[in-house]
């Protein structure tokens, strides 16, 4: 499962498998930054996790908009990148907007470089699926930082492209 992640003012996504108790899970911020690792992950009571990572044991309580870790409050959200809503439209309206990959496919087309200054609905990549070309667009006006694919590439679902700042 894959989920797109922010936390404390950063973002990344988070690739993880369970498998019973086991959690493999593979951490990748936006600055390049990664992590990966199995726990064990056992929900003691609604919302309420009890996690063994190389052997320290965590509390998780899962708020909306935070999660609170061994009672250090962590300002934190997470979006399954196959659910979109008006709300995130009207998220991306402030802070860094990020270009995702709507499925896996091939990145046929990057229509812009870096630093490039776009317009909102501004085409910024195309990526082919199944034999269909989306175009993604800029979901505001700002400009273009963290270009992160180069044509040609195999991109996943909810893998970002690029940011719009």
Excluded: Y
Excluded at 35 to 44: K, Y
Excluded at 51 to 59: D, K, N, P, V
Excluded at 118 to 130: H, L
């Amino acid at each position: 499962m894959k989920r797109l992640i922010q936390a404390n003012g950063r973002s990344g996504s988070l690739d993880f498998t369970r498998d019973g108790t086991h959690l493999r899970f593979h951490l990748t911020w936006d600055d390049g930054a990664h992590d990966t690792g199995l726990c064990e992950a056992v929900e003691s009571a609604p919302g309420v996790w009890s996690l063994l990572w190389e052997g320290q044991s965590f509390e998780a309580i899962l708020e909306p908009g935070a999660v609170i870790v061994n009672g250090t409050r962590i300002a934190a959200t997470s979006l399954d990148p196959r659910n979109w809503s008006p709300a995130d439209a009207h998220a991306a309206a402030s802070g860094p907007a990020h270009i995702t990959a709507p499925m896996p496919g091939k990145l046929v087309r990057v229509l812009v470089a870096e630093g490039d200054t776009v317009e909102e609905g501004q085409g910024i990549a195309v990526v082919e699926a199944m034999k269909m070309q989306n175009e993604m667009q800029a979901p505001r006006a700002g400009i273009v930082r963290g270009l992160r694919a180069a044509p040609g590439a195999t991109v996943a679902a909810g893998e970002v492209l690029a940011t719009i700042e």
